[in-house]
């Protein structure tokens, strides 16, 4: 599946942004996806990630209570609602989806399909 992120941008801190992965070729509902994010000089960590089925989801505890995952199924896309956000939310974001069942989806081995990132710089 191929994915597009979008929605990224400047915002102040504790600001909101909603960020948009859309997928082309596949129905999303049959995916796992998760985001994840990458600031400078660090390593890419997990933010969020909604299952399929069931559509349960997970949180990093960083960003549990201010960001929401979740699937709109007639778009075709998964959404992360972003709120109170802060200068450490700064990175650029990704989304990622899998068929693939694993043991916890916090991993970004566990995906098979990347989309392209769209920068989130919060300022305070």
């Known amino acids: 599946v191929q994915l597009q992120a979008s929605g990224g941008g400047l915002v102040q801190a504790g600001g909101s942004l909603r960020l948009s992965c859309a997928a082309s070729g596949r129905t999303f509902s049959s995916y796992t996806v998760g985001w994840f994010r990458q600031a400078p000089g660090k390593e890419r960590e997990f933010v969020a990630r909604i299952r399929r089925p069931g559509g349960s989801t997970f949180y990093a505890d960083s960003v549990k209570g201010r960001f929401t995952i979740s699937r709109d199924s007639a778009k075709n896309t998964v959404n992360l609602e972003m709120t109170s956000l802060k200068p450490e939310d700064t990175a650029v974001y990704y989304c990622?989806?899998?068929?693939?069942?694993?043991?916890?989806?916090?991993?970004?081995?566990?995906?098979?399909?990347w989309g392209q990132g769209t920068q989130v710089t919060v300022s305070s």
């Open positions: 990622a989806a899998t068929t693939l069942i694993c043991s916890n989806y916090v991993t970004g081995g566990c995906y098979d399909s």
